[in-house]
């Protein structure tokens, strides 16, 4: 089972801040990917600030998206809050 990404913030150095559906706000670097496929596109800042959410996971115009399980199990806890009821 996966953790479906509610919010997704750009933040600089290829860096982008995650909010996941059980409230942790993660922090995932997109450098590693960067030098692959569809992915070299996204050097380019102006695009890679582009980034929204798209159904559970992310997404940039150029269709290029990673999956949710890989989202949240690279990423790094920047803040864990509690679920509202």
């Known amino acids: 089972m996966y953790l479906s990404v509610k919010k997704v913030k750009p933040l600089n150095d290829y860096n982008l801040e995650l909010t996941?559906?059980?409230?942790?706000?993660?922090?995932?670097?997109v450098k590693p990917y960067l030098d692959t496929g569809l992915f070299k596109t996204l050097k380019d800042e102006k695009?890679?600030?582009?980034?929204?959410?798209s159904y559970d996971t992310i997404e940039w115009p150029n269709k290029v998206?990673?999956?949710?399980?890989?989202?949240?199990?690279?990423?790094?806890?920047?803040?864990?809050?509690?679920?509202?009821?």
């Not at 990423?75 to 509690?82: E, F, L, P, T």
Request: charged letters at 40%.
């Open 20 to 29: 996941f559906e059980n409230n942790e706000i993660k922090i995932f670097d």
């Open 65 to 85: 998206d990673l999956d949710p399980e890989v989202l949240y199990e690279k990423s790094k806890v920047k803040v864990r809050k509690k679920a509202t009821v």
């Open 47 to 53: 695009l890679f600030k582009m980034v929204k959410v």
